[in-house]
């Protein structure tokens, strides 16, 4: 899933790698194997677009900025944006699990936590059934 424009780059740039990709399966493919790029030439890469997209930052002072931060961002603006518009997560989250690629549903669940005062607007959670199943510890007086 992505926009509009970011889709329109992706189709450009689809066809130029073309170029160069040398018939490989992959979207980015290294230039000097027949396999993909790594985790970390990715990584190298995107630190310099976000330096590029800086150009009036100190690079040191710039955050660190990791693949794995866009795939987060992501997560959490989509499980914000459901919850801003009363969508049911118990819905969504099977999108969400098929746009990260995950294998489990627990894999996704783990971006709801991110979100711990936003939760309290869905109305799929009753919040009083969890005071009655899980009470209140007392702590012991000596």
């Not at 002072?61 to 919850?83: E, G, K």
């Not at 995950?102 to 309290?120: K, R």
Request: proline fraction near 5%; include cysteine; hydrophobic fraction near 40%.
């Amino acid at each position: 899933m992505m926009s509009n424009d970011m889709l329109t780059i992706c189709r450009e740039y689809y066809k130029r790698r073309e170029i160069f990709s040398r018939g490989s399966e992959y979207f980015f493919p290294s230039w000097d194997s027949d396999d993909s790029l790594s985790q970390y030439q990715v990584g190298c890469y995107l630190r310099d677009a976000w330096k590029c997209a800086n150009p009036k930052v100190n690079s040191a002072q710039l955050p660190n900025i990791r693949v794995y931060d866009l795939r987060h961002r992501f997560a959490s603006a989509a499980l914000m944006r459901w919850l801003d518009a009363d969508q049911p997560l118990s819905v969504k989250l099977p999108y969400l699990r098929t746009y990260m690629g995950h294998n489990s549903m627990s894999e996704t669940a783990y971006y709801i936590h991110l979100l711990p005062e936003n939760l309290v607007k869905s109305a799929e959670i009753d919040w009083a059934a969890f005071d009655e199943m899980i009470p209140e510890v007392v702590a012991w007086e000596e």
